[in-house]
């Protein structure tokens, strides 16, 4: 390896605000928070969402809708259905 073109590799905390979870990660991120974990102060960076929340890893499902593409079309369009003479 080259040297002086790598970023610093250090522990950072990360905190997934969503699920109220903690996560000790190595990173090359440089976040300007530290905050105190376990007795020890980390760079600290919060995540809106990650494996702790995301429906995938939790195995929730979350559906928008339960009609399908034709259904809904219909629906949408039913006033402008001509009916047979």
Known sequence: MRP????EYQEVLFHDTNADAYFIIGST???QQTKEYQGKIYPYM???ISS?????YTGEQR???NEGRVASFNKR???FKRSKD
């Not at 002086?4 to 970023?7: F, L, S, T």
């Open 4 to 7: 002086e073109i790598h970023p």
């Open 29 to 31: 991120l440089k976040p």
């Open 46 to 48: 919060t995540l809106d």
């Open 52 to 56: 702790a929340s995301h429906p995938f």
């Open 63 to 65: 559906q928008a809708s």
């Open 77 to 79: 369009f039913a006033r």
